[in-house]
């Protein structure tokens, strides 16, 4: 079976859908307590596709090479793919087979990287400007404005090793494994149901809690999206010999 159409589809569709369905219900403060759960449905279907397409992605490289076969599929077989580190994995992998395939070390592109960006940061803005989920959240998205502003190509896509780079303020790979992985398993397994609705005041004083914001946690997603798409269509091109556009 051929993934290419699901591999090369945006996560960030999910989020004009979202906006789309929601238009219709206004935006007066009886409205306001569905942002949570809009936002946690959003949140969840955007995980959940990313981990999909991140076996779609291993599944299509052990096509075309039986020793990664082997080792991702009997080996040392891959989990969710939701953490971190398991990413990093397929991240490696298919860089590796693209240097395997066509004999030639792969370099990180700046230009590529600055495109990557600006399309991260428009998938957000341009999906989110004047919607009611905006409205609901302004704080939350200027906050996330302010954050990600400071982001630049120099935190991602640094090598064949590191998608993302430990940068000393805002690392999205610290926010990811501290924050959003963490935040995914909570609404997965619903452990906030025995817990506290509002967060602690020591919670609260903690320098990292202003990235527990969704629009952060939906760019980084998004980034990492971009970056798998980039490298797909690297892939094929070395593999096929011919550019792939869907």
């Known amino acids: 079976m051929n993934h290419n159409d699901f591999i090369l589809s945006p996560v960030s569709d999910i989020l004009k859908n979202v906006v789309s369905a929601s238009t219709g219900i206004g935006n007066g403060i009886e409205t306001y307590p569905l942002f949570d759960y809009i936002m946690q449905s959003a949140f969840l279907k955007m995980t959940g596709a990313q981990e ?18 082997y080792i991702r599929f009997t080996q040392n077989r891959l989990g969710e793919c939701s953490c971190y580190k398991e ?41 989110f400007l004047d919607s009611n989920l905006l409205i609901w959240a ?33 690392s999205l790979k610290k926010i990811y494994e501290n924050q ?13 149901s025995y817990q506290q609705n509002l967060p602690t005041l020591k919670t609260l004083i903690k320098e990292d809690y202003i990235h527990e914001n969704y629009f952060i946690y939906f760019s980084i997603l998004i980034l990492i999206d971009n970056i798998f798409m980039d490298l797909y269509r690297k892939y094929h091109e070395v593999i096929n010999g011919e550019d792939i556009f869907l």
Request: charged share 25%.
């Open 138 to 170: 302004q704080k939350s998205f200027y906050e996330y404005r302010n954050i990600w502003s400071n982001v630049s190509y120099g935190y991602f896509f640094v090598d064949k090793n590191n998608m993302l780079a430990e940068t000393a303020n805002h």
């Open 180 to 192: 959003l992985y963490k935040h995914r398993n909570r609404i997965a397994h619903n452990t906030q």
């Open 52 to 69: 999909q397409k991140m076996k779609c992605i291993s599944w299509e490289l052990a096509t075309h090479d039986y020793e990664l076969r």
């Open 87 to 127: 990413k990093s994995i397929i991240y490696k992998d298919i860089i590796e087979q693209i240097e395997k395939h066509s004999s030639t070390t792969f370099n990180t592109n700046q230009a590529d990287k600055i495109k990557i960006l600006r399309k991260t940061s428009s998938s957000i803005n341009d999906t």
